[in-house]
């Protein structure tokens, strides 16, 4: 049952809005960034903060690595939080470096479980960065569960809203195939809808899935 009606939301909101081209970014560096920078923020925030980086030539792990804490967190001001931010991406780039000499090629080497579990001990990242880091940056099949997600699938009465991460993205896993694209792309067209017509106030009379 909850299979078909995964099937359903996605080829309405694929038929409605078309591939998403998500997650933005040149590099999975860039990417797995983003993820973190974008906690509590919106994206317009997170790519002003990336794009000062890239200013300061230091959107490379080594540089960052090197960076005093204080001038990290000046560059990623427009992301907000942006000190508590800056503990956060030192904290992943001192795991990178340390784990894999800074590399992102070398991380994606490793098993999708062994690296998930790493990622959750690194202070700051939790279920949603950890999951967006290595479906989007480290190309892993595993589905990102965010707010947009949980409140569609509560609202059409397919999960509890307050259920755990864990059991939302065991929804998905076990009702559809584990295919990398049809996770980005899905996602992407959760945060979309939720964007547009699932929010705090829904407009469900113009939302492509108010046939469901």
Not at 82 to 97: D, G, S, T
Request: net charge positive; glycine share 4%; proline share 5%.
């Amino acid at each position: 049952m909850n299979e078909r009606k995964l099937v359903d939301i996605y080829k309405k909101l694929y038929t409605a809005f078309g591939p998403q081209h998500w997650w933005p970014g040149e590099t999975p560096f860039e990417v797995a960034v983003g993820a973190i920078l974008t906690q509590n923020t919106n994206w317009g925030n997170v790519e002003k903060a990336i794009n000062n980086l890239k200013k300061g030539k230091a959107l490379n792990a080594k540089t960052i690595y090197e960076m005093p804490s204080n001038k990290l967190a000046s560059l990623i001001r427009p992301a907000g939080y942006f000190n508590i931010k800056a503990k956060r991406l030192k904290a992943f780039i001192n795991f990178l470096m340390n784990d894999c000499y800074g590399s992102m090629q070398r991380l994606k080497k490793e098993d999708i479980y062994s690296l998930r579990s790493k990622l959750l001990s690194v202070n700051g990242i939790g279920p949603e960065t950890a999951d967006s880091i290595l479906l989007y940056a480290l190309d892993k099949p595993l589905f990102v569960i965010d707010a947009y997600t949980k409140r569609v699938l509560s609202r059409h009465k397919i999960l509890d809203h307050d259920e755990p991460y864990d059991k939302f993205q065991e929804l998905f896993h076990s009702a559809l195939k584990k295919d990398l694209q049809l996770f980005n792309e899905y996602h992407a067209l959760f945060v979309r809808v939720g964007k547009m017509f699932c929010k705090t106030k829904p407009i469900c009379e113009k939302c492509p899935l108010n046939s469901l």
